[in-house]
């Protein structure tokens, strides 16, 4: 018997195994960019289209075919061949899953892809129950095999090659066209291999309609619509809320804002950046599941603060955003000043009692769509001002703030650069005794001549190698050329020590003896020339492992002495534990020493240094009537301009020369 079709039917068919294709493909398409639960949401829901388009189209197909008798389908067969089609959908797209892919694989795609297709034919084929015997012509069975195999792969091949580009719509079109021909071909390639033989007397003109194959066939359709739909929704709202929220506090997060700055282009905003002060110090001791609890918190109070102008975002870390519409200073500081406060109150988590201050950089002006990266560069830069100036406050961003920065940045970047290239070079501040009236020692001072900023101050670099962590590779040089400069005066006759000031970085490496060592030894400096100063903010840090290394320093037979006694952090109850040598009080002492209450306190001072065996050396000198109030009570090693400012090496022994004369 010849095989006769509907047109309508079988332009239907085609049209919805291209349709089911492209819908297929394109919710494929996110499984590779997907993770965990949304990866197997993606694969299952493009396995359900294309498997339920591919059943469709073979039985709207079926349905378009004249069988001139009535016919039946057997259900449970017809169900597998549709189980059989998602299932080899669910394979071919999980095999070519992986963004980066070999062609065996997608060649392994289109075998199980196109193997499915068969297979859902043949058993649909099957399901049919008709007086009619079925007789295959085994070249065309042939044929319709190569045809589903090979335009599987190649449909494959196009989807895999330009899935991850941003334009792929009329390429995975294209796609979806070939694998639309892949299974409408292989369907009526089979069917014209299939010559049905009617038993005689049930030859009938007119078309039977299994009601069970329309239902099923619409129900299918339905839910192919029905999935695609849920894919875009979850896609649309779903995947984008997790695109453009912080999943720890619940805020916008850099995306949203990204987005915001966009839709506001051109419009003048502010911007509040702020900062976490004590955020990582919570996070390395308590763990990071108590810094993502605190948070969670600090996100619940910033999130009170929203309106339809004002705008919250964590962007980062413990880095938080406000975006406020319209708005001018007074009300940017208002807010600024309201959220520090909150932040500054307790935080109850899991039994531990947190305080956390912020830092707050202010900036507003008018935002532009292609750089409001600019904007956001000036309230960083004020935050960190803000943290500079002692944090728990905020700062308004100025030009001449940006310059500074500018600086800074350029500074820092020149860093290593001026390590390398020698810029660096030290200079030496005498200390006097005056009892014996003569010298004490040096101070060796770092001092940077920058090739393009000139003379650069301590007092501008060393705050920055202090939070870059580049202090510890300056003080090893520092250390290593002051040893050797120290010997190099002594080949000279001047047999005076060299004191070296530590960063408590240096604390943290575990290797501080053994490197002051190995400089001794290089240089054959003897131990007794050369004294280390530390600071009182290394109290702050762990006490034990301090006193445990100064110890180890004293062994080398190193001297130890407190430099700026006094200020900062008081360190009295652990003068008698630490084992120094000398206290140095700072100049905030020899400042206005004539009032009584200054030369009380320096009394007091000298009397307990006295009481534990410790030197003192009073720094800041600059007039005679400072030496002699220091004098009378009791102090007699001092260090200042009154001496001397500092000296660079090649002139220290021409200035001994002249001390010695007068």
Not at 306 to 311: F, R, S
Not at 368 to 385: G, I, N, P
Not at 506 to 529: A, I, K, M, N, W
């Amino acid at each position: 018997m010849n095989n006769n079709y509907n047109i309508v039917l079988v332009t239907i068919s085609i049209l919805i195994a291209i349709v089911a294709s492209y819908s297929a493909l394109s919710i494929a398409a996110k499984i590779s960019n997907s993770m965990g639960r949304s990866k197997i949401f993606w694969l299952v829901a493009g396995s359900i289209v294309m498997g339920a388009g591919v059943w469709s189209m073979h039985f709207i197909g079926m349905l378009a075919h004249h069988s001139h008798g009535l016919v039946e389908y057997n259900v449970p067969i017809t169900i597998l061949s549709m189980i059989a089609s998602i299932v080899s959908s669910f394979l071919a797209f999980y095999i070519t899953m992986p963004k980066a892919i070999h062609w065996f694989k997608i060649a392994l795609g289109g075998i199980v892809m196109g193997s499915g297709i068969v297979a859902m034919h043949y058993l649909g084929m099957e399901a049919m129950i008709m007086d009619a015997e079925m007789v295959y012509d085994l070249n065309l069975v042939a044929l319709s095999v190569i045809i589903a195999l090979f335009t599987s792969y190649a449909a494959l091949f196009l989807f895999t090659k330009f899935r991850n580009h941003p334009s792929t719509s009329l390429l995975k079109w294209l796609s979806a066209v070939i694998m639309g021909i892949a299974i409408s071909g292989m369907h009526y390639t089979g069917m014209n291999a299939t010559t049905f033989h009617m038993a005689e007397g049930h030859m009938s003109h007119q078309q039977h309609l299994d009601l069970f194959l329309v239902f099923g066939v619409v129900t299918t359709i339905f839910v192919i619509i029905i999935v695609s739909w849920a894919a875009m929704f979850f896609d649309r709202y779903v995947l984008e809320k997790l695109a453009y929220q912080d999943n720890i506090t619940g805020l916008a997060n850099r995306n949203e804002m990204t987005r915001h700055f966009r839709k506001m282009s051109g419009e003048v905003i502010g911007v509040l950046y702020l900062d976490l002060d004590q955020f990582k110090a919570i996070n390395d001791t308590l763990g990071h599941e108590i810094g993502d609890l605190l948070l969670k918190e600090v996100g619940g109070i910033l999130r009170e603060f929203e309106t339809q102008q004002i705008h919250a975002y964590r962007i980062g870390g413990d880095e938080f955003l406000f975006i406020i519409d319209h708005s001018d200073i007074q009300e940017m500081e208002r807010i600024a000043d309201e959220i520090l406060g909150e932040i500054k109150q307790p935080f109850q988590i899991v039994n531990n009692e947190l305080y956390v201050t912020g830092s707050i950089g202010i900036a507003v002006d008018p935002v532009m769509e292609s750089d409001h990266s600019r904007l956001l560069r000036a309230a960083d830069t004020a935050m960190y001002t803000a943290k500079r100036n002692g944090k728990n406050r905020y700062c308004i961003y100025t030009e001449e703030m940006g310059v500074k920065e500018v600086r800074r940045m350029e500074l820092e970047k020149d860093l290593q650069r001026a390590l390398e290239d020698e810029q660096f070079f030290l200079e030496y501040q005498p200390k006097w005794n005056v009892k014996t009236d003569s010298l004490y020692g040096f101070e060796a001072l770092v001092r940077w001549e920058h090739p393009r900023l000139g003379l650069v101050s301590p007092g501008e670099f060393i705050p920055i190698t202090e939070e870059n962590g580049f202090i510890v590779p300056l003080t090893k040089w520092t250390l290593e050329k002051a040893c050797q400069q120290c010997q190099m005066w002594q080949q000279q006759g001047i047999n005076q020590p060299v004191s070296v000031n530590l960063s408590p970085r240096l604390f943290q490496t575990d290797t501080l003896s053994r490197l002051v060592e190995g400089v001794l030894d290089e240089f054959e400096l003897e131990p007794s020339y050369l004294e280390l100063e530390i600071t009182e903010s290394m109290m702050l840090h762990d006490v034990e492992d301090i006193v445990k290394q100064l110890t180890e320093l004293r062994q080398l037979g190193v001297r130890i002495s407190m430099d700026d006694f006094g200020t900062g952090y008081s360190s009295i109850g652990l003068l008698d534990t630490l084992p120094i040598n000398t206290v140095k009080l700072d100049r905030i002492f020899t400042k206005d020493i004539d009032k009584p209450s200054k030369q009380a306190i320096i009394q007091a001072i000298l009397i307990l240094a006295e009481s534990l065996g410790l030197d003192v050396i009073a720094e800041g000198v600059e007039l005679k009537q400072d030496i002699e109030h220091l004098t009378k009570l009791g102090c007699f090693v001092m260090q200042g301009f009154y001496y001397s400012k500092p000296i660079k090496f090649e002139s220290i022994e021409d200035w001994t020369i002249q001390m010695g004369s007068n």
